[in-house]
């Protein structure tokens, strides 16, 4: 499924901007390879699209354009395509836009994310930061370039508190989000659910520090989830996961947690959540097993 959808605060549904490309066009040699796009397809809806992929935390909303930073593995489902995954449609990731204004996406040279890290934008900069296993990327969306900030791949440069390095635990599949109040970014790492403090150097990217926290309180079960900031209550929150919604407050670097009342919405989807600063709360969008349902929360503490 490649087609766009955006939820609509006004009318609480979901509207898709364009339908998705059908099967008779998903064949190698409507593939473009080299940005992982769709050629051409049925009238209504622009051309070229990229291919469905898993975006985990590289779909970044900036001004009117929409981001995209992941690249395609492979997988489909269409009766054309005779195993689950097909090494016909793969490519690498590219810097991808989308305009909510002309319609259109536009592709860019720019590599985006590597094995699928974490991505925020990071407004002191105006940049869009991109952290994992292997490093850490700045992302300059105007002049739509990217470079490699920290190699994480050679020495250790991933510190704990007291300063010693350590071996990271990045991973891949998780989040970053930025935190206003002291400007620095915050990383959940999903198996070991432990947080990482990325204090940006914003004149030189390569002086910046990640340093892996010492957190108190109970934190998340492994298993997928996705954050977001919250400027009332100044926490990032996480899920829910089995009905219980988590609070990371990076001031005190401890973590709460409370079953949400007034219904069970399950888990969430993996990174299927952000905050709605009109209405304070948190929406996000359910798993399968929970029902793929959208919900709106809103945190106390």
């Known amino acids: 499924y490649d087609g766009l959808n955006t939820f609509d605060l006004s009318t609480l ?23 992982g796009a769709w050629r051409r397809g049925p ?7 990229p291919a469905a992929r898993h975006t985990t935390d590289q779909l ?18 269409c009766s054309s395509i005779t195993k689950y995954t097909s090494y ?3 490519a690498p990731s ?12 536009t592709f860019h040279p720019a590599e985006g994310g590597v094995e699928w890290p ?46 010693n390095p350590i071996q990271h635990e990045l991973r891949y ?15 959940f790492e999903m198996v070991t659910q432990r947080v990482y403090e990325l204090n940006l150097d914003r004149g030189d990217f390569s002086k910046s520090t990640i340093t892996r926290l010492d957190t108190t309180g109970s934190r998340p079960w492994a298993e997928p989830i996705g954050y977001a900031y919250d400027p009332v209550n100044r926490i990032i929150g996480g899920g829910p996961l089995r009905n219980v919604f988590f609070a990371y407050d990076p001031v005190s670097k401890s973590w709460a947690s409370q079953p949400i009342k007034g219904g069970t919405p399950g888990s969430v989807a993996f990174h299927a959540i952000d905050y709605d600063s009109v209405n304070n709360v948190f929406i996000f969008v359910t798993n399968y097993e929970s029902g793929t349902r959208t919900w709106a929360f809103r945190y106390s503490r």
């Open 43 to 49: 009238a209504k809806g622009p051309y070229p699209r």
């Open 60 to 77: 970044i909303i900036l001004g009117d354009e929409l981001i995209m930073l992941a690249g395609v593995e492979g997988n489909g489902r």
């Open 118 to 163: 974490g991505a925020a934008y990071d407004p002191p900069s105006n940049k869009i930061i991109l952290l994992g296993q292997q490093g850490l990327d700045i992302y300059d969306p105007v002049s739509k370039t990217k470079v490699r900030a920290i190699n994480l791949l050679g020495p250790r440069v991933v510190k704990d508190e007291q300063g």
């Open 13 to 35: 549904r979901w509207v898709e901007e364009y339908p998705p490309t059908p099967c008779s066009a998903i064949v190698p040699s409507n593939f473009d390879n080299a940005v």
């Open 94 to 105: 590219r810097a991808t836009h989308y305009s909510f204004q002309t319609k259109t996406w």
């Open 88 to 90: 016909d449609f793969t």
């Open 173 to 187: 599949n998780n989040n970053l989000v930025y935190f206003p109040p002291n400007q620095k970014h915050y990383y």
